[in-house]
């Protein structure tokens, strides 16, 4: 039976999937656009915190495309064991998508011609970083509530669950047969 966590963390995870790869797309064009020197290109634009704005971007790209990786083989499998890799690297991915989120709002505040591809990225690194805080709360969850997640008491790792005979010897329980192979 699935959780609450999981059947919503589940489409949150290929929302952000498609959400940070079109950041990954429209941010290597325009850093692309911005090496070559080409700045008054008529989609484009820019101002002084654009490079590190799309330097952060792609960043946050790869991070929350990694993630999401690791984010689906957790919610295919929804053990603590897996929630482990998931957990740390959307951490890591949300962190960088927060610094990626405080120089768009800066580039934001500093105006000027921004192109509607840099305006796109903009728009996609404010909404991936709610998205993205809203993904890691819910697979985190089940720390709480076994309800939300898989949950620290689940009784095939043998922990806090209802076992039989000596929890040292796992064959305690078991009659064996004297008959050798």
């Not at 993630?67 to 962190?95: C, E, P, Q, Y």
């Amino acid at each position: 039976m699935a959780t609450v966590g999981r059947n919503v963390a589940a489409p949150l995870l290929f929302l952000n999937l498609v959400m940070y790869f079109i950041v990954l797309g429209f941010a290597s064009w325009c850093l692309n656009k911005f090496i070559n020197g080409q700045t008054n290109h008529p989609s484009f634009g820019g101002n002084g915190a654009t490079m590190f704005f799309l330097t952060f971007s792609m960043l946050a790209a790869v991070l929350g495309i990694v993630s999401k990786f690791l984010g689906g083989n957790h919610i295919r499998t929804w053990r603590n064991d897996s929630l482990a890799a998931a957990g740390a690297t959307s951490v890591v991915a949300w962190a960088v998508t927060a610094l990626a989120f405080g120089l768009a709002c800066k580039q934001i505040n500093i105006g000027g011609h921004r192109g509607w591809r840099l305006r796109i990225v903009e728009a996609f690194i404010i909404i991936l970083t709610f998205t993205q805080l809203l993904y890691l709360l819910l697979i985190h969850a089940g720390l709480y509530s076994t309800r939300y997640g898989p949950g620290y008491r689940d009784s095939d790792y043998g922990v806090g669950g209802a076992t039989t005979g000596d929890p040292m010897h796992k064959g305690a329980g078991v009659p064996t047969s004297s008959a050798r192979v």
